[in-house]
């Protein structure tokens, strides 16, 4: 009999340390799972972050292509305009010089008739 009381008492002891034992470890396992949880969570965030900083990147280069591509037609543009400008002057210039002339010639021609 006392051979089945310390066997019971010693089984006793055995799942209370077992039991124990399971608490704790679910203990660790949960703060296991909650850590890796978190940092689940923090690598999520910060992929998240990372394609909004992409896409925002993306976004402003486009931006600036279509502008600097708006720049250089502008600039086409403003050379066309500056270019027929300058054909412009220089006919008008053509043109003064050749009225001069004219003026010249009338001129010495009301003289010669003078005389």
Do not use: H, P, Y
């Not at 969570?41 to 972050?49: D, I």
């Not at 280069?61 to 037609?73: H, L, N, W």
């Amino acid at each position: 009999r006392w051979c089945w009381e310390e066997a019971d008492r010693v089984l006793k002891a055995a799942r209370t340390r077992w039991r124990e034992a399971d608490a704790e470890a679910s203990k660790w396992r949960m703060s296991v799972e909650d850590d890796i949880d978190d940092k689940v969570e923090a690598a999520e965030r910060s992929f998240a972050a990372a394609a909004e900083a992409r896409e925002k990147a993306e976004g402003e280069a486009k931006a600036a292509a279509r502008g600097e591509a708006r720049a250089g037609e502008e600039r086409e543009a403003a050379e066309v305009v500056a270019a027929r400008a300058d054909e412009e002057r220089q006919a008008m210039e053509k043109r003064a010089l050749e009225m001069a002339d004219e003026a010249e010639r009338r001129n010495r021609r009301f003289e010669d008739l003078l005389l």
